[in-house]
């Protein structure tokens, strides 16, 4: 009877990536096909999926808008282009007047045609930050002072702040910024309750509350220890091995300090106490400098027990935060990738198809906000794999580019084919590795 669920999961999990998939690749082939339009490049086909056609329809510029059968990826198909990868011209583009050439790939103004492969990798990033811009409009920024929001689920034994409180100080620190506060948050002693100064209905006083950040799970990460055993946001562990846990940082000390070993975990879940056993995994993590961390995780964050007062910000505070996030991608994508080229971490954090799907299930799995802020980091890694100078990707068109502005001429015919052969192997052996670490290596 097992199978039902895991065939439903298995469907969920397929759908939410042709999802997100399919929403990443649309916005980076409609960055080539408008930027190509703008630049009077003509497109005779749109196509969301490859193979068989599914529905179509032609538009008054004369391109056809297609969904062909099999979504996983897609593809813009230039006038004159010999295929959908806009390598070589077929026939009829030397039976074309100057001006008809001048609308297909191979015929247009170099900066025209590098204007138009680049667009595809710069929708991606536009797509990030759009969207991380619009979380922050929407949710608002964090005020600076110290004052409790919303409070959190917890156990009815564990006494928090009240909504409105304004927090002078903790354990006799005293806190002026909210930033101050998360700073002494992670100093506490491990004790059930903490002593803080407040300002309560105007009245200052002296109360004793829980810990400012309780072993509380603010996230689970998808493909995780955590995720494995099915433990979900919003429950609270209580003990570990038996022995009662107050704080995050008791949780974290735990796992570390098991070095590997399974942990028996008492957990509180909406009123109900639970038992879960796992195994902390060795995990890399990204370190501010750019360097990595190895430490044994279970794959859950912390986080204070409120939600902190926030207040509304402008598109242009939005957008710089989102240009922010975006580029703090990059970085640590770009960072990974030559950690694990050198060997200074491990090859699984490497993943393929198979886990991000399972990524896009998990997000899709804990709501829509999750699945679109999923979707935001996969549009910037996209993008940024694209301009990667390699063959049959945009970053490789634009190396021909280069070339071409250098040496007044593009590459030869036989030249481009052996690279993009080249490159074709070179992305498939990629893909395959990668495939092998979500299945086997690091399943």
Not at 25 to 45: F, L, N, S
Request: proline share 5%; net charge negative; aromatic share 8%.
């Amino acid at each position: 009877m097992e199978f039902i669920p895991q065939f439903g999961g298995l469907l969920w999990t397929l759908a939410a990536f042709v999802v997100a998939l399919s929403i990443i690749v649309a916005v980076h082939e409609y960055g080539h096909y408008i930027v190509g339009r703008w630049c009077g490049i003509k497109a005779d086909v749109f196509s969301i999926g490859f193979g068989p056609v599914l529905a179509s329809r032609m538009d008054r510029h004369g391109t056809r808008w297609q969904i062909a059968a099999l979504p996983l990826g897609g593809y813009v198909k230039f006038r004159g282009d010999a295929n959908a990868a806009s390598v070589g011209a077929d026939g009829s583009v030397a039976e074309m007047t100057a001006a008809q050439r001048a609308e297909t790939m191979t015929g247009a103004a170099l900066w025209r045609r590098s204007a138009t492969v680049a667009a595809g990798p710069v929708f991606n990033f536009m797509l990030s930050i759009l969207v991380f811009a619009a979380f922050v409009l929407w949710s608002g920024a964090a005020v600076e002072t110290p004052v409790i929001g919303k409070t959190k689920a917890m156990p009815e034994d564990v006494v928090l702040l009240e909504q409105g409180d304004l927090v002078l100080s903790v354990e006799g620190q005293p806190v002026e910024t909210l930033q101050e506060l998360s700073e002494v948050s992670r100093t506490l002693p491990p004790s059930p309750t903490v002593t803080y100064e407040i300002v309560r209905d105007g009245s200052s006083q002296s109360v004793e509350a829980a810990h400012l950040m309780p072993a509380r799970i603010e996230t689970v990460n998808a493909r995780s220890a955590a995720w494995d055993i099915g433990l979900a946001e919003g429950d609270v562990i209580r003990a570990i091995d038996g022995t009662p846990i107050h704080s995050f940082q008791e949780l974290q000390a735990a796992v570390a300090a098991g070095e590997g070993v399974p942990l028996s975990l008492d957990v509180w879940r909406a009123g109900e106490m639970l038992e879960f056993t796992l195994t902390p995994r060795s995990t890399d993590l990204p370190q501010p400098d750019g360097t990595f961390e190895t430490r044994y995780l279970i794959g859950i964050t912390g986080a204070l027990f409120f939600d902190p007062q926030t207040e509304s910000v402008g598109p242009l505070t939005a957008m710089q935060q989102g240009v922010e996030q975006t580029i703090y991608i990059v970085r640590s994508s770009l960072s990974a990738l030559a950690h694990i080229s050198t060997g200074a971490i491990s090859s699984c954090n490497l993943s393929g198809p198979v886990g991000i799907a399972e990524v896009s299930g998990a997000a899709a799995s804990q709501g829509v906000d999750s699945f679109i802020w999923m979707i935001a980091v996969l549009s910037t890694a996209v993008g940024l794999l694209n301009l990667f100078p390699i063959p049959v990707l945009d970053g490789g068109h634009l190396v021909f580019h280069a070339y071409e502005a250098v040496r007044g001429r593009p590459p030869s015919d036989g030249a481009v084919r052996v690279l993009m052969s080249v490159g074709i192997s070179v992305m498939l052996t990629v893909m395959v590795f990668a495939t092998f670490n979500d299945l086997i290596f690091c399943p």
